[in-house]
């Protein structure tokens, strides 16, 4: 894909010597090709090269007021919505929570000693959602028994979803989950009375 644009100056980085585009005009030029799938999934791995991190592009993306691209940036960064992920897999089941109006959960945090999925701290839930790449071999399945031993052991509420569950049968997920968010929050409002 050929983009040809003028460039201000603080569109311009310079990496190992090299003139670039800066990761916000990058991002902001590709909002305007890309599938929302694909650029949640560029927005992501920029944080994860520590390139731009979302606040710092929210913030950037003041001076690109009224170009194409900065609008669906914006719809894309709602800090009620957006969370960084790892895959795909997981921005997909961040679709299927918010499709079922459900609170967003945490992402990317540390828990009992481990990194999970999703977090809903007011509600003592974790939700892991087991990719095929680090997931399949007995040795990841023990390990995410003992992970979801330790979470329970600690009193949460561990939930896990395959990713044919998560892709293919969301429906299942959906009916799964919101059962369980709805008994949770049952139980936070019973126990502020």
């Not at 895959?87 to 992402?107: C, G, H, I, K, Q």
């Amino acid at each position: 894909m050929v983009h040809l644009r003028s460039l201000d100056s603080h569109d311009i980085d310079e990496h190992e010597g090299i003139p670039v585009t800066s990761p916000a005009r990058t991002l902001v030029d590709l909002a305007t090709q890309l599938p929302r799938s694909e650029l949640e999934r560029a927005i992501n791995e920029a944080d994860k090269l520590d390139l731009i991190d979302p606040d710092t592009l929210r913030e950037e993306l003041e001076g690109y007021r009224g170009q194409r691209g900065v609008r669906r940036l914006r719809e894309i960064l709602d800090r009620r919505t957006f969370r960084l992920t790892d895959s795909e897999l997981e921005r997909r089941f961040l679709r299927l929570v918010d499709d079922a109006r459900l609170p967003m959960p945490m992402t990317r945090q540390r828990l009992n000693g481990f990194r999970v999925d999703f977090y809903w701290p007011a509600l003592g839930l974790v939700v892991e959602t087991d990719g095929l790449r680090y997931h399949r071999t007995p040795a990841q399945q023990a390990r995410d028994h003992l992970r979801d031993q330790a979470h329970v052991a600690a009193g949460l509420t561990a939930l896990r979803f395959t990713h044919a569950q998560v892709r293919f049968e969301p429906g299942h997920v959906g009916a799964m989950l919101a059962p369980v968010v709805r008994r949770l929050e049952r139980a936070r409002a019973r126990h502020k009375l």
